[in-house]
């Protein structure tokens, strides 16, 4: 008998304790927040659970979901190295090791004669993970460096790859991609709800509430269903806290993302027959402002909220720290895809919102060229 996709995850996590759970570098709001979810969801069926995630930074506005601290950017005992020593004819006296530098000096003492070098073997332990499940990761590539120094560890490990993206490549084992849903956070919620209901927290709640507010821009978007509004409502009866994740998002804002956010508005210029819009900031408005690039995040958002009538938002802004190094965010709606748009940028990330690094380029340049291949391409 043939198993359904929930059925097949079920006995995919029978037996499984330790679990990874990973997003893209520069992973989005709802892509954080349904990690956290998820997260709070294995622990509550009794499995160990790490969130790795490239150079990783909090954004400000998601401090508030408190398992953000038990993200880290790199892995902690991935692998053991095992030595094993035969010790029939010698026995064992004593084992000492120092750390001399760089270097790391073992010392194994025999009972009687000497260890022969056949009789000392060296291997690495089995991954400390199990499975691995990924928040929004359309293409592992996205992963960074996590993924890229470790692809024995994604090859050799069971994946369950959760998100709601049609660019998604299903590189899983296992493929949880629901491209009817707004979000991942609603994509997770409708997972767990078939997996074991009974433990959806109001913790767990309040995070998938989160991703979904965020990726709706409040429940504004032309792709709410009804079903959207339903799991939201269903979210607040487990006890997500509407007012606080709001609060956090959208209310409480520094004064260096408020300076920041004039200079957004100030250099906001649009292309009204294809319903785009774009700004720029300089290295300049980050010194002046005294804010940092997290700020960008919040700042993105708003201008989100205040061109209802766009489907697609640009926001180029040079690197405050970096050199010669532009980034840009491009988020879309349908009918237009963010990655397909900026490809050429060789961007990453999924169809409503995309990243990329252009180097050796000034701000100005990058601004015609790119605002121009967007217009061609619409």
């Given amino acids: 008998m043939t198993l359904t996709l929930v059925e097949q995850i079920k006995q995919v996590l029978n037996g499984k304790k330790n679990v990874l759970v990973c997003f893209p570098e520069n992973g989005s709001h709802d892509a954080i927040s349904s990690a956290i979810a998820l997260s709070l969801f294995f622990k509550k069926l009794d499995k160990e659970v790490d969130i790795v995630s490239n150079n990783f930074k909090c954004p400000e506005q998601l401090e508030f979901l408190l398992e ?81 120094n470790n692809t024995k560890l994604f090859l050799n490990t069971p994946i369950l790859n959760i998100d709601f993206s049609a660019e998604n490549e299903h590189f899983g084992h296992i493929n949880f991609v629901n491209i009817t849903s707004t979000s991942i956070a609603e994509t997770v919620y409708l997972l767990i709800n078939k997996l074991a209901s009974e433990h959806l927290t109001a913790e767990i709640a309040n995070a998938l509430l989160t991703g979904m507010l965020i990726n709706t821009k409040s429940f504004q978007s032309s792709k709410i269903r009804p079903r959207t509004l339903m799991i939201a409502s269903r979210l607040m009866d487990l006890g997500a806290n509407r007012q606080e994740v709001v609060q956090n998002l959208y209310k409480n804002k520094k004064l260096s993302t408020l300076k920041l956010w004039g200079d957004v508005l100030s250099n906001l210029q649009s292309h009204e027959q294809s319903k785009f819009v774009w700004s720029t900031l300089t290295r300049e408005n980050f010194v002046r402002a005294g804010a940092k690039i997290n700020d960008l995040n919040d700042i993105f958002d708003d201008l989100i909220l205040t061109s209802p009538e ?69």
């Fill in 68 to 148: 953000t601290k038990n993200i880290t950017s790199e892995f902690k005992d991935l692998r053991k190295c095992i030595i094993k020593v035969d010790l029939t004819e010698n026995g064992l006296k004593e084992v000492n090791y120092n750390v001399n530098g760089n270097e790391l000096n073992i010392s194994i003492t025999p009972k009687n004669g000497s260890f022969e070098p056949h009789k000392i073997k060296m291997r690495s332990s089995e991954f400390k993970y199990d499975i691995i499940v990924t928040s929004g990761v359309a293409e592992l590539d996205s992963l960074g460096k996590i993924y890229k």
């Fill in 310 to 378: 766009a489907k697609i938002v640009l926001l180029l802004h040079e690197h405050p720290e970096k050199n010669n190094e532009i980034h840009g965010i491009l988020k879309t709606v349908e009918p237009f895809n963010a990655l397909k748009l900026s490809r050429e940028c060789r961007s990453i990330g999924n169809s409503t919102e995309a990243k990329f690094i252009l180097n050796n380029t000034q701000l100005k340049d990058a601004e015609d060229s790119i605002t121009q291949k967007i217009i061609n391409n619409i």
